[in-house]
Nanobody
Framework: QVQLVESGGGLVQTGDSLRLSCAASGMPSSRYAMAWFRQAPGKEREFVAAISWSASTITYANSVKGRFTISRNNARNTVYLQMNSLEFEDTGVYYC?????????????????WGQGTQVTVSS
């Protein structure tokens, strides 16, 4: 059974940093892409960042480029999202997702597995 477990969310102030983690287990394929999405209250889920198995492909949403960094440790089956210079608009539930085809695309429909999410709240 595939499990994705996010951690690291919390309440911070504008300009602060947070590091999210997502631990994967039970993946059916040996190489898979990982991504972060987020959903703000009253809004649709949106793409944040994605990374392929070897990290040869990394993509970011324009809204986070230069502030967020996605990385992974394959030995630990964990993907990270370092979030710096947080803004009020970064508030939302952050979800980790896995794509067994390893494409690292932006569309949520490409992802096969999802975590339960971790709340990030940025106060202004």
């Amino acid at each position: 059974q595939v499990q994705l477990v996010e951690s690291g969310g919390g309440l911070v102030q504008t300009g602060d940093s947070l590091r999210l983690s997502c631990a994967a287990s039970g993946m059916p394929s040996s190489r898979y892409a990982m991504a972060w999405f987020r959903q703000a209250p009253g809004k649709e889920r949106e793409f944040v960042a994605a990374i392929s198995w070897s990290a040869s492909t990394i993509t970011y949403a324009n809204s986070v480029k230069g502030r967020f960094t996605i990385s992974r440790n394959n030995a630990r089956n964990t993907v990270y999202l370092q979030m710096n210079s947080l803004e009020f608009e970064d508030t939302g539930v952050y979800y980790c997702a896995a794509d067994k085809t390893n494409w690292a695309l932006r569309q949520s429909s490409n992802y096969d597995y999802w975590g339960q999410g971790t709340q990030v709240t940025v106060s202004s």
